[in-house]
């Protein structure tokens, strides 16, 4: 994996014994233990996430909340400082470029956080679009490092390495402050349905402040948790993975979430006629999740099935370790949502059962 990119705690995992895997393009822990057991800590007490290869930009500029509204489906003149909004954006075509978090921090000052497999294309699309706008977008992906603690005893173990006051920082909040002596973004989101911070800090901090959290957390129950159970808590709480729920072909409203398309906002956006047109005449196809009351995982690529014949294909699966069943997503034609749907595993059919994410109930502080 020598030509694979590194963050700055890949040497702190080997160290901890994670097993390293190629993930888009970085060598990343997929697991330490097993996945099984990351996943429960975090559902129990707590789980410490290297997410460093995750891209971060800046965006700054008098037209900076101009270009952002042009750029991405969501309303980002709701934000005041200190607030975080999720988004799409979008191709002309409805199509999905990447989803991401918008942070405010002061006027004209924006902070990006995109995906790591997509920090190319992402760049790439927001300079062409910003040549019309008078902003400036500065890659900082290099500079940042990113740890997530997650769980029921995050909030008690990042507050026992600093002074700011952590119950003042609500959900898709932000502040600054000091956590281990390194000074950190403390952002109030997560990906796994718990409550939660995610840790901006400079990258060359990485290693101490990962090794104080896990000292601190011990006495919590921290566990350090790879990418397989990223997955599995972030399917269990119903949130979608670019390149599965979410592609170049699979618009926000084919993805179910048509809460971060904001039709009526007053500034136009790219998709923005296409998005229009599929909310006034349907969908085509839509992203649905289930469950089978079977513990054999439904794959990725999986035909689905309806009254004999194909109607769309899994997009996600895994075994649920709290629902004990497997559960998933598929893309199917919308005029199968009421049918019976199965799905075909070595020719045995499992039936799908239709569910309103999330399977579990969601921690939000």
Request: net charge neutral; with cysteine.
């Amino acid at each position: 994996m020598a030509d694979l990119k590194r963050t700055p705690l890949r040497d702190f995992h080997a160290a901890h014994g994670a097993r390293l895997v190629d993930f888009a393009g970085w060598e990343m822990p997929v697991q330490y233990r097993s996945i099984l057991d990351e996943h429960k800590a975090v559902r129990r007490t707590a789980g410490l996430f290297d997410v460093s290869h995750m891209g971060e930009v800046d965006v700054r500029g008098p037209e900076a909340l101009k270009f952002l509204q042009r750029l991405v489906t969501n309303d980002v003149a709701s934000l005041f400082p200190g607030r975080v909004l999720y988004s799409p954006m979008c191709y002309p075509t409805g199509g999905t470029v990447d989803d991401l978090l918008v942070y405010l921090r002061a006027p004209n000052d924006y902070f990006l956080c995109i995906n790591a497999g997509n920090i190319d294309k992402d760049l790439a699309w927001m300079r062409a679009l910003a040549r019309d706008f008078e902003v400036t977008l500065t890659d900082r992906s290099p500079d940042y490092a990113l740890l997530a603690v997650q769980g029921p005893q995050a909030a008690a173990i990042v507050q026992s390495l600093t002074s700011a006051k952590l119950n003042l920082i609500k959900y898709y909040h932000f502040g600054e402050g000091t956590v281990a002596g390194v000074h950190c973004l403390l952002s109030r989101t997560g990906y796994t349905g718990e409550d939660g911070f995610e840790l901006y800090h400079a990258a060359g901090d990485a290693v101490a402040l990962a090794e104080a959290l896990l000292t601190a957390g011990a006495p919590h129950g921290l566990e350090l948790a790879g990418l397989g159970a990223r997955d599995s808590l972030r399917l269990e709480a119903g949130y979608p993975l670019y390149g599965h729920e979410l592609n170049t072909e699979l618009s926000p409203l084919t993805a179910g979430l048509g809460w971060t398309v904001k039709l009526n906002k007053a500034d136009d956006f790219n998709g923005k006629a296409a998005l229009a047109e599929e909310k006034q005449s349907g969908s085509k196809q839509k992203v649905v999740y289930f469950k089978t009351g079977d513990r054999r995982i439904v794959r990725a690529d999986s035909p689905v099935f309806s009254a004999g014949e194909a109607v769309g294909r899994v997009l996600s699966g895994t075994l649920s370790p709290i629902l004990n069943e497997a559960i998933g997503s598929a893309l199917i034609s919308a005029s199968a949502v009421a049918q019976p749907l199965h799905a075909d595993i070595r020719g045995s059919a499992v039936q799908l059962t239709l569910v309103k994410p999330p399977f579990v109930p969601l921690k939000k502080t």
